[in-house]
């Protein structure tokens, strides 16, 4: 039986903190890099003493796969050494599948990473293919362990090659009262793994109320620890809800992270059957992040800390995203992490990998593609009329701005407005008077889980170029967070020259919405606009002429609705003619004033792509930009810049207009960012994994200036 470990003191005051959930949860040529500072200087990481340690093995011969075997990478040139990146999966297997590339772009760059796994992924214990699953044993705790041995041999080869190269194994209490393992990479320690070994769901989708989905509901008081064969953690424990919340804040506060990557925590539900469309443990895993996130975001000291999060099984049925290369490079990741040669080189009877895996070690399609749930607009730097530049993001949960004076001053900031809770990527717009409005969405928890449900929120400056006002809640177009998992989109927005906006997202399903603001400033009802199967984000340009077009994509093509005069409704959804893309869209006034562009990429291959649009209409071919970077995510396009995200990961930037056939003269600047850039007339703008403003200024010598640090 499971029992109750007396609970531990604090390790620090910064762990006294209330236990109730808080009402809001987060939830040509270019010039050198600037980089602003996000986060107030910090101490160093606590680390608690370990309590046991794993037994000591003689490590067998490294084997590496047919890589080559390197040394821990250094830190990249220009990288902040303080930046870290914390990762909260449900399951062993999560990250390789859904948020690689990143991964291993992250441990390359030399960076701090821990991958935190909340459940034990035991499943139904047994460590076999399928056609081999009717004769094996059943074995929970084993087959723990095996998915732990592959992990561990997928992270060892992306940092040196060998997948063989030692952990050193360690059980920590946890600020749940529990114990967890923490794994440290011996020949990388900037490389670590914890396991906090909660039981799974064991289902996808049926009700199985002993599971993070029954603790988040309260239709359990406590969910017991499912330990693996082999760890350090001597005894078993259970978990109350807020202890599950406490455990993971307690683990931001030791790790201190400035960015966290975490599994969707909407991923949107099924209109007929009403299952959700991706795994259980991932959905409600994601919500105890976004809980004990808002909980960290309270406490002092800490460093600001940017999210990313990550679409999961509904990949599936979507356009790959990576080109072959990457692609590849995934897939042998998670060949290692299946055991797919069966070789027994990691010295326990539980097996080195998970078998059920090696059947169909790309899953369902998901090594040829990652995908952000959200922070993918490309419209969040804003000109206001007297020349400067406003930049804004998502920090602790909070808005972050920036500004850069016209006078050619440096970037100050950010200042973090008040008010939490705030999702991921926000987008905004230029007023007609001169005031910059911002719209994103926000999660928010009133009465328990089911009051679970996130809404679209505006703020705009009071004057030009003053503060900005209080946050403005424009609703939803859900009925409920049972009905579709509170899955809207970010929004995209047009204004009039009368400075009327319309605000439209996609709903759960998979529909676009849209509310009008009227003359006097009130916002009608919502209303739909039609679409079928839409995907993604959509996004929003207006034209020279002041008519707004709005653009969203299926698997299949791309939707799009338009004005046919300035101050008309939108009309539409009209085929747009175009094949199909990577979801990822992005549009800016064409070039000429009359219409705007649509940039995208091509799915498999992340080539550039765009086409110009004048009604609801294409005007132009499909243009293909040779000599491209592949990568994925949005394009950053107008004003005569581009910016992308290359296949390295890094920001890579090109003037665009005065190219040869060869195409761009791409220039990498080595760092690795959140969400994506925005290319605009002086220079591109992108937020780097350390939480500060990135600037890449379009015309050499134009002076840098200094961060300074975040003020509340």
């Not at 990288?79 to 590339?101: E, G, K, W, Y």
């Not at 705009?460 to 209080?470: D, K, L, N, S």
């Not at 591109?684 to 600037?695: F, K, P, Q, S, Y």
Request: aromatic share 6%; net charge positive.
């Amino acid at each position: 039986m499971p029992v109750r470990l007396r609970r531990r003191p604090p390790l620090s005051r910064r762990r006294t903190v209330s236990t109730a959930v808080t009402v809001l949860l987060v939830g040509g040529t270019f010039a050198g890099l600037l980089s602003v500072t996000g986060a107030p200087k910090t101490a160093a990481a606590q680390t608690a003493a370990p309590e046991a340690k794993a037994p000591t093995a003689t490590a067998p011969a490294p084997r590496t796969s047919g890589r080559t075997p390197r040394p821990p990478a250094p830190t990249a040139p220009g990288a902040n050494p303080a930046t870290s990146v914390m990762q909260i999966v449900a399951h062993p297997d999560d990250d390789l599948f859904f948020m690689n590339p990143d991964i291993s772009q992250t441990i390359r760059s030399g960076t701090a990473l821990a991958s935190v796994y909340l459940t034990a992924g035991e499943s139904d214990g047994v460590n076999a293919r399928p056609r081999d699953a009717a004769a094996a044993t059943a074995d929970k705790a084993a087959y723990a362990e095996a998915r732990q041995n592959g992990i561990r041999a997928a992270y060892s080869e992306m940092a040196t090659g060998s997948r063989t190269s030692p952990w050193d194994r360690v059980a920590i209490p946890t600020a749940g009262g529990g114990l967890a393992e923490l794994d440290t990479l011996r020949a990388d320690p900037k490389v670590r793994l914890v396991w906090l070994q909660i039981r799974e769901a064991g289902s996808i989708n049926n009700f199985r109320p002993h599971s993070l989905n029954g603790l988040w509901h309260g239709l359990i008081g406590t969910l017991e620890s499912q330990r693996s064969s082999g760890t350090p953690v001597a005894a078993d424990f259970r978990y109350t809800k807020d202890e599950v919340v406490a455990t993971i804040t307690g683990l931001l506060d030791r790790f201190r992270p400035t960015f966290v990557r975490m599994q969707d925590p909407s991923p949107g539900a099924d209109p007929q059957s009403g299952k959700i469309r991706d795994h259980q443990d991932h959905l409600y895993g994601a919500r105890f992040a976004q809980a004990a996130l808002a909980r960290y975001a309270e406490l002092p000291g800490h460093p600001r800390v940017g999210v990313q999060n990550y679409l999961g099984y509904p990949t599936s049925v979507l356009p790959h995203t990576l080109d072959p290369e990457t692609a590849d490079d995934k897939l042998k990741t998670l060949k290692t992490y299946a055991w797919l040669d069966g070789v027994n080189d990691c010295g326990t009877p539980a097996g080195c990998g998970d078998l059920k895996v090696a059947a169909r070690p790309a899953g369902r399609g998901w090594t040829a593609t990652v995908r952000y749930a959200r922070g993918t607009s490309t419209s969040w730097v804003q000109r206001d009329r007297d020349g400067g530049l406003h930049a804004f993001s998502v920090l602790d949960g909070r808005l972050a701005a920036w500004r850069k004076p016209a006078d050619g001053g440096a970037w100050s900031g950010p200042t973090l407005l008040p008010g939490g809770g705030m999702d991921t990527g926000v987008t905004s717009v230029s007023l007609p008077d001169g005031r910059i409005a911002v719209y994103g969405t926000r999660t928010l928890l009133a009465g328990g889980p089911a009051g679970y449900r996130r809404e679209v929120v505006s703020t705009e400056q009071t004057v030009p170029g003053g503060a900005f006002g209080p946050w403005r809640s424009l609703g939803t177009p859900e009925r409920n967070d049972a009905t579709g998992t509170s899955d809207i989109s970010a929004p995209a927005v047009t204004v009039g020259a009368d400075g009327r906006a319309t605000l439209v997202l996609r709903d759960s399903l998979h529909r676009l919405t849209a509310r009008e603001q009227g003359a006097d400033g009130d916002w009608g009802p919502w209303r739909v606009l039609g679409g079928v199967d839409v995907a993604g984000d959509p996004v929003a340009a207006t034209d020279g002429k002041g008519r707004g077009y709005v653009f969203a994509s299926t698997a299949k093509t791309v939707l799009v609705w338009a004005q046919h005069a300035p101050g008309e409704p939108l009309t539409g959804p009209a085929p747009a003619a175009l094949p199909p893309t990577t979801l990822a869209l992005s549009a800016s006034p064409s070039p000429n004033g009359d219409g705007v562009r649509l940039w995208f990429r091509k799915p498999a291959s992340g080539d550039l792509r765009s086409a110009d649009f004048s009604g609801v209409g294409p005007v132009s071919p499909v243009t293909e930009l040779p000599g491209g970077v592949a990568g994925f995510g949005p394009v950053s396009g107008g004003d005569g810049l581009l910016a992308v995200r290359s296949r390295a990961g890094f920001l890579a930037t090109a003037p665009h207009g005065r190219t040869g056939a060869a195409g761009p003269a791409w220039k990498l600047e080595k760092f690795l960012f959140a969400g994506a850039p925005d290319a605009g007339t002086d220079g591109v703008a992108a937020i780097g994994l350390d939480g500060r403003l990135h600037w890449t200024p379009a015309v050499p010598g134009m002076p840098a200036g200094r961060g300074v640090a975040a003020a509340e």
